[in-house]
């Protein structure tokens, strides 16, 4: 990767925490290192409200359908209108990877497309490609496109984690969020190299920080921009 301008990078990090455990401090922590790098935020549904008023000008990602993607369709689309009305600057959405596996390509393809037009605001679509076969992973890609989504996401980190050979055929569909066993600036690199737009870790501070130090010259005047 190139040489940029610092808060070009990190301002691509989402810095993540989803795991069931998590604590309104942890979220805290996680928009706290989100402020001082730049980073965005990707936090449970029910910390959005939180989020929204510690920390307004990080831009927030939430999870629909979490982690299975097995919620009915039209749960799915209430946790997206909620998660919006609650300040989510954008939404990732798990498909029901039982039904593409079943070959159920119209149904997939329909609930992405109700999802996306409950609301006004970008939505990721998680394939949990360590599922899924590369004829299974492409026909997902096509029906996140069919539905109009903006992004592909590789994982929910749950089943298995991003893969250079998954961000490249994804990214030939829509761009692509490389999520799931990205813990260092070498594995976000090698993601950003595949081609990802995006890169969703809970180390996203810690991958921020070895950039900063393998990139002296970088410029990073706004790498804490959020104000």
């Known amino acids: 990767m190139s040489e940029a301008d610092a808060a070009a990078v990190t301002g691509r990090i989402e810095h993540t925490v989803l795991g069931p455990e998590t604590t309104p401090d942890d979220v805290i922590a996680v928009l706290d290192a989100a402020i001082e790098y730049g980073l965005r935020a990707c936090v449970p549904p029910c910390y959005l409200d939180l989020a929204d008023s510690y920390a307004p000008a990080v831009p927030l990602s939430t999870v629909v359908g979490f982690p299975h993607g097995q919620h009915a369709t ?27 596996r079943a070959r159920e390509d119209d149904a997939v393809a329909a609930e992405i497309e109700e999802v996306v037009a409950a609301v006004p605001v970008p939505v990721k679509v998680i394939v949990e490609t360590p599922l899924l076969s590369d004829d299974e992973k492409r026909r997902a890609a096509e029906c996140a496109v ?17 893969t250079v050979s998954d961000v490249e055929l994804l990214a030939e569909h829509r761009p692509v969020k490389a999520s799931g066993g990205v813990g260092s600036w070498a594995d976000a690199e090698a993601m950003f190299d595949a081609g990802a737009e995006r890169i969703g870790a809970s180390a996203g501070d810690a991958i921020a920080r070895e950039y900063l130090a393998q990139h002296d010259t970088a410029d990073r005047t706004d790498v804490s921009g959020w104000e």
């Open 146 to 162: 069919e539905a109009d989504a903006d992004y592909l996401k590789t994982a929910t980190g749950f089943a298995g984690g991003a």
């Open 74 to 100: 039209e749960t799915k689309c209430h946790e997206a209108k909620t998660a919006w009305n609650d300040g989510a600057d954008e939404v990732d959405m798990v498909i029901n990877v039982g039904r593409l």
